[in-house]
């Protein structure tokens, strides 16, 4: 979280008598009755919060004429979800830090004394419990729980987590589902190459079923795995250019296919073949693998650390995997 993000969660959590968990950018607390949580769903836009509250109330759900009533309730308010008891309030985004902690202070406010005046309570997301329902990260996911249920769903993750130490990574046939899964990244790149287009799809296609692939065949995903796959998509990626080249030679020069693949460096040579626009598109096909790639990988390994663990928010200290 940069210092510009942290000063604006730091404002929303003052204003609102909230605090921000250090660990994960969650703004969370009680207040007026509710355990309420305020975070990014996608930390690549931090701008763009949401509101999220588990409660009940005896006259059930809110019906649409309430959720629409309380989208219009604040100009900042851009979606309404209802997800049994949990309601999660999408906020719009503002480009001002300043905007975006007034908005939210509002909106908060505004939330809560909407279901406090349309009677509902403070609830467990999992088993609907009326009281205490402490904001956690289970998974990944921000969940309102009861200390029973959280106990539970803290045990359940502990198992998870033993089970995966313990399963041993397998590398050779990790890299046997790496190769195998990079092949429909290479598909893509010819396909979409013989369509007259190069694109950061195919790194995007290249990087997930690469990865994917790895993690079926090894058993598991460590950075390990995730460093070989990379270097795999990287050899594929000039395997698939490479291929892509012949197919335009052997069609051009009625060629059989291995005569042509070999022949690139050749053909080069001889200036038969433009070396610039060989080695530009290449270059192309590596930013934009690396533009479609990167941010996969880092977003897989931090997924795979973050689905075995369960905390409180507020706890301090995130444990590691
Ligand atoms: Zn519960």
Same mark, same amino acid.
């Given at each position: 979280?940069?210092?510009?993000?942290?000063?604006?969660?730091?404002?929303?959590?003052?204003?609102?008598?909230?605090?921000?968990?250090?660990?994960?950018?969650?703004?969370?607390?009680?207040?007026?009755?509710?355990?309420?949580?305020?975070?990014?769903?996608?930390?690549?836009?931090?701008?763009?919060?949401?509101?999220?509250?588990?409660?009940?109330?005896?006259?059930?759900?809110?019906?649409?004429?309430?959720?629409?009533?309380?989208?219009?309730?604040?100009?900042?308010?851009?979606?309404?979800?209802?997800?049994?008891?949990?309601?999660?309030?999408?906020?719009?985004?503002?480009?001002?830090?300043?905007?975006?902690?007034?908005?939210?202070?509002?909106?908060?406010?505004?939330?809560?004394?909407?279901?406090?005046?349309?009677?509902?309570?403070?609830?467990?997301?999992?088993?609907?419990?009326?009281?205490?329902?402490?904001?956690?990260?289970?998974?990944?996911?921000?969940?309102?729980?009861?200390?029973?249920?959280?106990?539970?769903?803290?045990?359940?993750?502990?198992?998870?987590?033993?089970?995966?130490?313990?399963?041993?990574?397998?590398?050779?046939? /990790?890299? +046997?589902?790496?190769? @195998? $899964? #990079? %092949?429909?990244?290479?598909?893509?790149?010819? !396909?979409?190459?013989? =369509? &007259?287009?190069?694109?950061?799809?195919?790194?995007?296609?290249?990087?997930?079923?690469?990865?994917?692939?790895?993690?079926?065949?090894?058993?598991?995903?460590?950075?390990?795995?995730?460093?070989?796959?990379?270097?795999?998509?990287?050899?594929?990626?000039?395997?698939?250019?490479?291929?892509?080249?012949?197919?335009?030679?052997?069609?051009?020069?009625?060629?059989?296919?291995?005569?042509?693949?070999?022949?690139?460096?050749?053909?080069?040579?001889?200036?038969?073949?433009?070396?610039?626009?060989?080695?530009?598109?290449?270059?192309?096909?590596?930013?934009?693998?690396?533009? /479609?790639? +990167?941010?996969?990988? @880092? $977003? #897989? %390994?931090?997924?795979?650390?973050?689905?075995? !663990?369960?905390?409180? =928010? &507020?706890?301090?200290?995130?444990?590691?995997?």
């Amino acid at each position: 979280m940069n210092k510009q993000v942290k000063n604006c969660y730091e404002s929303i959590a003052a204003q609102a008598g909230l605090a921000v968990d250090p660990t994960c950018s969650v703004i969370h607390g009680k207040r007026d009755g509710f355990d309420v949580t305020l975070f990014a769903p996608n930390t690549s836009y931090p701008y763009m919060l949401q509101i999220q509250v588990s409660a009940l109330r005896p006259a059930g759900v809110l019906t649409n004429d309430e959720l629409r009533e309380l989208r219009r309730a604040h100009k900042s308010i851009r979606a309404v979800r209802q997800k049994g008891s949990v309601l999660a309030v999408s906020l719009k985004q503002s480009m001002w830090p300043k905007k975006v902690a007034e908005n939210a202070v509002a909106s908060v406010g505004l939330v809560l004394a909407f279901l406090r005046t349309h009677g509902f309570y403070n609830a467990c997301q999992m088993c609907g419990k009326p009281g205490q329902a402490d904001g956690c990260v289970v998974g990944g996911e921000v969940m309102n729980l009861c200390p029973a249920c959280y106990a539970l769903v803290q045990q359940g993750k502990q198992m998870e987590s033993e089970k995966l130490a313990n399963t041993r990574e397998n590398v050779p046939a /990790g890299i +046997v589902g790496a190769l @195998l $899964g #990079s %092949l429909a990244g290479v598909v893509c790149i010819i !396909v979409l190459s013989q =369509l &007259g287009y190069i694109s950061v799809i195919s790194g995007l296609v290249m990087a997930l079923c690469a990865l994917k692939g790895y993690e079926l065949l090894g058993g598991k995903l460590t950075k390990v795995g995730a460093t070989v796959t990379f270097v795999l998509m990287l050899i594929m990626t000039y395997v698939g250019d490479r291929i892509d080249w012949a197919i335009v030679i052997a069609r051009e020069l009625g060629w059989g296919f291995g005569e042509s693949f070999l022949s690139v460096g050749d053909l080069m040579q001889m200036g038969a073949l433009d070396a610039g626009a060989y080695w530009g598109n290449l270059v192309l096909l590596y930013v934009f693998l690396i533009v /479609g790639a +990167v941010p996969i990988m @880092l $977003g #897989s %390994l931090r997924k795979r650390r973050a689905a075995t !663990v369960a905390y409180h =928010l &507020g706890d301090g200290v995130q444990p590691r995997v």
